[in-house]
């Protein structure tokens, strides 16, 4: 089944205690993408870059099979680029630089051919960019949204149009009390299931995720990392797993969400692991169920 998924093309630069990087491939829909491309195809990716991003990216969006004609390319514009600095404790995160660039006036194109995909994935930009998307797509069968605080505090009415239109909103603790104005992130997900979308998907970092439907709460673990280089995209990498399995199977039953889940966890697992993109860059198929199976295994128990 086929995934579209629009969002940021950028170049980072990025600094955690382990290592540095300067303008390496990143974004919100390269990271959604990347991990969606080992579960499915096609994935078609939607975003815009400027005339100096590298050939070096397209050609590994390529070798992922990865469709880049909604990419847009402003030849005398330049690429969207973010910088960040992770403190010692990899949850603090200082962003030095955001420089819009193209993005600035980026204006979503849904070409006539991905109209129709099933699976919509809206990367974490503006809420009326968002719905700019849906109002070009024809019938998706689900549509998943990650937003952030930014768009929460500065932008909310036109967040709250947006989850009107959507099936599955995924955002980290601290973003979903803030939405919902209720510190307890069990009542935090019933409120913003009121606001539009059936499912609620709650990141807490390295604490795992919370799934919540009208019958369910899922708790899935998070998996015991020792190495940690980079979690930069590591939410994104999370919604393409995400994505890219529910497209695979095509299986929305709630059994398949919380697989979806341990997936989406799996390959923000990986992300992390490297600086940027690489992480994501050359993994097996083999190695993600392997992966899939230890997550299991790290909260299951005898009853006696
Ligand atoms: P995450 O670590 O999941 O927050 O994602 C980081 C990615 O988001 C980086 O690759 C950035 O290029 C991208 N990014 C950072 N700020 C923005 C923004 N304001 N709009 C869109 N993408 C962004």
Known sequence: MSVLVVGSVALDTIETPFGAVENVLGG????????????????????????????????????????????QVIKDG???????????????????????????????????????????CLGNIDPILQRKVLDQTENP???????????IERKSRDLLETLKLINVVIL?????????????????????????????IIKKGEHGALLLTEQVVFSAPAYPMENIFDPTGAGDAFAGG??????????????????????????????????????????????IQDRFREFRELSRFEED
Request: net charge neutral; proline share 3%.
């Open 28 to 71: 919100s829909a390269t990271y959604i993408a990347v991990a969606a491309s080992y579960f499915t195809s096609p994935i078609r990716l939607v975003g815009v870059v400027g005339g100096d991003f590298p050939q070096q990216g397209i050609s590994f969006l390529e070798d992922r099979h990865i469709d880049l004609t909604g990419l």
């Open 141 to 151: 069968r689900v549509i998943i949204c990650d937003t952030m605080n930014y768009w």
């Open 242 to 287: 995400f994505a890219g399995w529910l497209a695979r199977t095509d299986d929305i039953t709630e059994e398949n969400l919380k697989r979806a889940v341990i997936y989406g966890s799996t390959l923000a697992s990986f992300c992390v692991e490297k600086f940027g993109v690489e992480g994501l860059s050359d993994l097996t198929y083999l190695q």
């Open 78 to 120: 330049k690429t969207f680029r973010w910088s960040g600095r992770y403190h010692y404790d990899l949850n603090e995160r200082d962003t030095l630089s955001t420089e819009l660039n193209v993005f600035e006036k980026f204006e979503p194109k849904i070409l006539e051919k991905n109209r129709k995909s099933r699976y919509v």
């Open 172 to 200: 980290n603790d601290s973003e979903a009390r803030l939405l919902s104005k209720e510190p307890n992130l069990i009542k935090a997900a019933r409120v913003i299931r009121a606001m539009g979308p059936s499912i609620v």
